[in-house]
């Protein structure tokens, strides 16, 4: 089936965890989390942004720690992970299961931005030939192995950064006193707000699939946390950015907030901010959609045994070519973005910790049975 | 060799028709060579000694043959070949049977003594003539200050360049052999100890097993052993510079040099490397780091700019700032094409220029210039073929192609022009993106003897970052580029240079 | 094999993605100033304007294209509905696609304000195509006589407005650009406002502005320097002036005035809030009567100064609690001062909240001359 050990020559140095965590973070989310995030608690909103990322963190050390444990035992990700814990066929139904999920994940991406596309920019791009070009450099790149694929985290993490920066444009406009009084809400919008922003910091997750790529897995550790950190910093800052810029009002009427920070911003030769920086967010979704191909690609290989890798990537891209298709409206895709946002959280926040305790059980059982 | 082998085979299966061709014993080869006018060939008879000389007389030292070697058959002492061998003054000669050593030391200019005229057992007296151009200033990489020496085209000239700057044993010439017929010199020269053992072995490894049967220039040469050779990205520099290929040399590189070819190879690169005048060294850091990055600028500017204004001015005229709009509008207005086709046009009149300049001699080339520029620029704004704006970017971003040192990458960045100005007619600014998105792909899985040519960029080597997009003072380079990986990383010892350099002070006035 | 297949994709990508809409630069009529006026009975007149940039013909063009005195389109109009785009109406006029992803200025007249402009908002703030710092103006009469008017200045009309709107704003009249007017427009406890302005004779003027409650006209804060205490109760002031009257036919101009506000609220949920706004200014005094140059009279001024101010202020606010309209957003500072702020009774409160100015002025200097005492 698998080669268990990875060649040196394939793995990438740990310090690149963090470029991958940080742009799998970034997507088309962040466009839109501003108005998201205000919807329960208003100017509070930074609090539920700020607690949902530190909630990452946590979850990242469950992961780190199931991906250590699993040492003794074979390869360590969640595909063989699935196949030790729970038996061939009932792993591989699992492991069905998550590369559906992170299928889905890709597509909505893709798909969401080409609706933004469609709104703003080109209303006539048509999604087939978007995806079907997208699709076709992507499979150049993901061709190149996982680490043509991190060179693409590392380029877009430097592309899209100061992107972010020139938001702080607009501080000038700003509105401080938006921001009081503060903490003022229950804790039960608070709550809804934190479960609302989770869809935002998905895609951390990803490291459950490439952990045996990374050069001495141990040092990863620290700068995934970074990266973590590093990302909840980024929707912090934007969060707040947001409550000062709009009023609270104005704010439920912008459906991509971030797009309209971006049309107030001028430069000497580019009169329309918007336009460019909508285009160069295209980076913030080639390494995510590259990942993600390269992830269920593989998915595909581990679980049939025999389909070899690059055969799966052409069928994953057709698929999605063909799903870009089928999918036509922004409520079809609000709809999948919702029931993605439920299976993400179940995954991370209640699978995770369950798939630890599962394991922490068969070394239990194992001990056992050696005394 | 293995052309002999080949052909040696096939002459098993079908002798006759080969018979004609390859010489199976002295006689018949030499028979073969009479029948060319420069093949001098004929029987000295001399006091005690007399023999069969043949040679090639457009290959010899004619002064040297009549000096060095013929005074002496006439000698008493000589009475037999191996006479010879002890008393002419010219060092190895070689004594042989073999057919195939006596054919190809004879296609180089070595003299054959045989005793009798069908005898295999001879002497061969080398008395290669060198002729060749004189050591010549850099004619396309010049620069204003540094050295002024660029190769020639023979190869020993130009070891003996490199050799006279490396004065230590550890430097390395190895001899390969390319071509099934030319046979053609090639030298792998390296300094033992710094370059890496694997990017030795690589390279020797990719020139071995190359399959061709003549090789004329390096050029060929850095296409043949690339590794991608689809890619319009050259990988490897070519220099005719020794003092740049020395500079490699020190850093740990292999620098590959073909006879007959005026150039160096340096192997392995970067793409940032490309875009790096040698002048950058011999300029203070803050300047020679201001040049790179301006030329950088330039890279982006003439890849981008008639690409961009496509997009802007077929899709995106938002972006347009509006006290922009009238002077773009006035002269588009008398424009019948579309931004795509008038664009197109500028780039391809553009490109005729320099290719015209490039066929025609030096002379007549500039006046080609001063044609194209001013005549046909003007012209066509005037005809209506063209827009001003336009013309003004095009020749702009044409001018930012030259800036780069390197005139292989130059050609790659004047065509990657056009598939982005297609793009942009597409897509507009989002073609643009797409089409620069294939590019970055491209070259993030492009390597150069399998070490990845965008470094350091990615992946990220902060030590090569010093000499890179920007350069740091010399004291602060104080280690080999790091994606060489070299048998000894370390220049030198940075404490120690401080301390030379008497930096350290106390306090004020001390 | 593989090279079949790349052609045959190029092939389709071509064909697939052709259908991408071009809008090239001079094959566009990009309109840059759009006029409503209200006839009543939801029916409108739209206008725009479009600059004509061929009529000045191209100097050295000889040949091909369009001659080059090509009168374009300059301007039309159309009735149609309320919240409609003008420019599929106005299509049937212009001999090139209209755009209007670069418009600059959109007029209202007072009937359109009256009659409410919920629907012209949401449009606005839907589409995509206009940036964020186009000036919604109300017009003191009608917006097509405005547009298509003649006047000294031979630029379009568009940026006439436009500069004439920016340039003010910079000095005595408070910024009202899109991002403002959507922020307020929006925003709780506060209200928008938009500037007037009148044709009059060759010129357009500036005359104030127009208060939009609950997306109708509300009435207009206007004349003598109104706009500078208008302005300085909103936001910071970097480049104003102040022509004061201290006795009658007697002046004196504080310039170059910088002035920074912030506002204190105390009882913000009570029957009776109280909010104070402490204003500093600094300025020059360089025109004026010789007299206030010196010494006492300065002093005595300055007072005189900030109690007149500090009245316009509190006469202003009063006036706007009068009529209930809160354009500068006392709701939202009370708002902000205040935990659990009650937002329903609010506006029972607004119009008796006591509301008082400190202003204090600082005069940094009087020109080149000494400043002296003539009495001694």
Known sequence: ?371 | MLWFKKEKEKEKINTDTRKTDHPKNVRHLLNQLKRNPDFVHYKHVGGSFSCWISFFSSLINDESIHRDVLPFLYSDKIRSLDDIRKNVPIEKMIRTSDLKEIQTKLMVGFILIQIRENSNNALLIPSVLREGRQIEKSEVETSIIGAKEAFVEAIDTNISLIRKRIPIPQFTVEELRVGKISNTRVCLTYIDGIANEENINTARQRIKDLEIDHLIDTSALSQLISDNARSPFPVFIDTERPDRTTAGLYEGKIAVLVDGSPNALIIPTTLVEFFNAFDDYFVVWHFATAYRLLRLFAVAFSVLSSATYVAVLSFHYQLVPTDLLGALITSRSVVPFSPMVEALILEIMIELLREAGARLPTKVGQTMGIVGGIVIGTASVQAGLTSNVLLILVAMSALAAFTTPNYKMGTTIRFLRFPFIVAANIWGLLGITVCFTFFVCHLLRLTSLGRPFIEPIYPLRLIDLKDSFIRFPYSHQTERPMFLRPGDPSRFDYKRSKKRAGIQQNDIDE | MKRLISLISCILFLALSGCVQPSIIDDILMAEAEGLDYLGDNKVLGTITVPNYVTGGVSGSGGGGLPATAAMMSSASAITYDGKSLVEKLQVKGQKAIRVGKLRVMLLNKAYLQHGIRKLIEFRNQDPDVGRDLYLIMVDGSTKELLEGTYQTQIPISRYIYDLIFHNQEKNFPLSNMKIFMYKYYGAHMNAYMPIIKKQGKHIVLTGYALIENNRYAGTVMGDNANFIFKSLLETVNLGYYDYEYKPGQHFVLEDIQSTISYKVKNGNGAEPKITAQVKMSGNVRQGNPEIKTKNYYTKMKKKLQNHLENRMENMVAAFQKKGVDPIGLGDIARSYTRHFNDSSWEDHYPNAQFRAHVSIDINETGSSEMHDSSS
């Open chain 1, 1 to 371: 089936m698998t080669s268990p050990k990875i060649n040196e020559t394939q793995q990438v140095s740990p310090k690149n965890t963090m470029f991958i965590i940080g742009m799998m973070q970034i997507g088309v989310g962040l466009l839109s989390f501003q108005r998201i995030a205000a919807l329960n608690s208003a100017q509070d909103a930074w609090f539920p942004v700020l607690l949902t990322g530190a909630s990452t963190l946590i979850i990242m050390g469950v992961i780190f720690r199931l991906l250590e444990n699993e040492k003794p035992y074979g390869t360590q990700e969640l595909f063989s992970m699935h196949k030790r814990f729970f038996g061939t066929i009932v792993g591989n139904a699992l492991n069905v299961v998550a590369i559906a999920y992170q299928f889905m994940v890709g597509l909505v991406f893709l798909r969401a931005y080409i609706e933004i596309i469609n709104v703003w920019i080109f209303p006539k791009l048509s999604p087939l030939a978007f995806s079907f070009i997208f699709s076709v450099i992507i499979w150049y790149l993901v061709m190149g192995g996982f680490r043509a694929i991190t060179g693409i985290f590392y380029l877009s993490f430097i592309y899209i950064l100061p992107l972010n920066l020139v938001d702080f444009y607009l501080i000038g406009d700003s509105h401080l006193s938006n921001l009081l009084p503060m903490l003022e809400h229950m804790p039960y919008d608070y709550l809804q707000s934190f479960f609302k922003m989770i869809p935002c910091y998905l895609g951390f997750e990803t490291i459950l699939f490439y952990y045996p790529f990374l050069k001495r897995p141990k040092e990863a550790k620290q700068w995934a946390m970074f990266g973590l950190t590093l990302t909840t910093s980024v929707y912090v800052t934007l969060c707040i950015l947001g409550t000062v810029y709009f009023s609270h009002g104005e704010l439920m009427t912008q459906v991509w907030p971030i797009i309209s920070f971006w049309k107030s911003i001028h430069f000497p030769l580019f009169d329309r901010f918007e336009y460019l920086g909508m285009i160069l967010w295209i980076w913030a979704l080639i390494p995510s959609f590259a990942l993600g191909t390269w992830v269920v690609s593989r998915g595909i290989r581990e679980i049939t045994g025999y389909i070899k890798q690059k055969y799966a990537l052409i069928f994953v891209f057709l698929l999605n070519i063909l799903f870009c298709t089928i999918i036509h409206n922004r409520l079809q895709i609000n709809l999948i973005l919702h029931y993605l946002s439920y299976v993400g959280f179940g995954f991370l926040y209640i699978y995770i910790p369950f798939l630890f305790f599962w394991q922490w059980i068969l070394k239990k059982k194992r001990r056992r049975k050696h005394v």
